[in-house]
Structures are given as C-alpha cells and as structure tokens.
C-alpha cells in the first residue's frame, strides 16, 4: 500500500516542479516556452519539436526554428501566449528579451508558487486518506492484521512526511528564484 502512495505522491510532486518552471522568475528558461503550441504545417505542434531554444543570457532566450518558413508561426504562438513578453525576429531567428520584475510581479509569483505548493500537499493528504480508507478496508475484511495496519500506518505517515517536506523545498527554491533576480 505504501508503494501505491509513493508512486502516486511521485507523479503529484512531479506536477508541481512541471507547474512551477511554467512560473515565470525574471530569468530566462528554455522550459518556458518549450511546450508553447504553435500552429505549423496545419497542425498544433510543440515549439520545441519545431526549432532549437537556447538562453545563452539570463534575460534573453533565442528560438532558432528549423524551417524558416514557420518564423512568422512561431512569433504569432508567442504573442498570443501568456509569457507577456513581445517577440523580436531577427530574420530566421526570434528572441524574446525578458524584463527584469518588479516588485509587484514578484509577490504576484511567489503567491502562485505557494497556491500551487498548497495544491500539491492537498494532492497528497488526499491520496494518503485513499491508502488509509484500503487499509481500513483490508483489516475490516480479515486480509490483513491490526498489527500490519498499525505498522503500515506509521511507514505511510513517513512516507507523507517525506513527500510534504520534499514539496516544501521545492516550493522555497523557486522563492529564492523569484527573489534573487
């Protein structure tokens, strides 16, 4: 049963660090842009599956596509995404200057990362209550002991305790992300 947890608590941990690269710090990150749909070729494709992105700068990433006739694709996916940043083409290459933030921008953010890291320790007090209640079920219906319950109980409170602080962590690196720009 602990196991089920750990793979379960693993995949919402997971989700929370995909989540938190979305948030965007003041620095460039390829990761920021890579999943961005574009429309190329008639269909909706991943920006990264369509060109090289680089941050060869901290305020600056560099979208090389492969196919220069999808330039123009590109640059219209990134304006109408949410990044809030303008695309500037460069003939076959497009670059996207970040900013720095202010102030304001920077609580907006960490107040996300937090809703975000509050989202992932709801995620896994649910999934340790799902374990819980197969447990209880498991000994209600004889297949396993109360000792064996008692005894899973406490690896799965540890197991718990693990994963929270784990997203804590998590959480407090991308605070000081957000703050040290």
Known sequence: MVHDFSEQANKAVEHLQHELQSIRTGRANPSLV???MVEAYGTMTPLQQLAAIAAPEPRLIVIQPWDSSITKDIEKALTKSQL???PVVDGKTIRLPFPSMTEE??????????ELGESARVRIRSIREDIIKQLRKAKDQSEISEDVLEVELKKLQQSVEEQLR?????????HDELTLI
């Open 84 to 86: 809030g940043i303008t």
């Open 166 to 174: 784990l997203i804590e962590t998590i959480v407090k690196k991308k």
């Open 105 to 114: 921008r920077r609580i907006l953010m960490t107040k996300q990362s937090n």
């Open 34 to 36: 890579e999943d961005l």
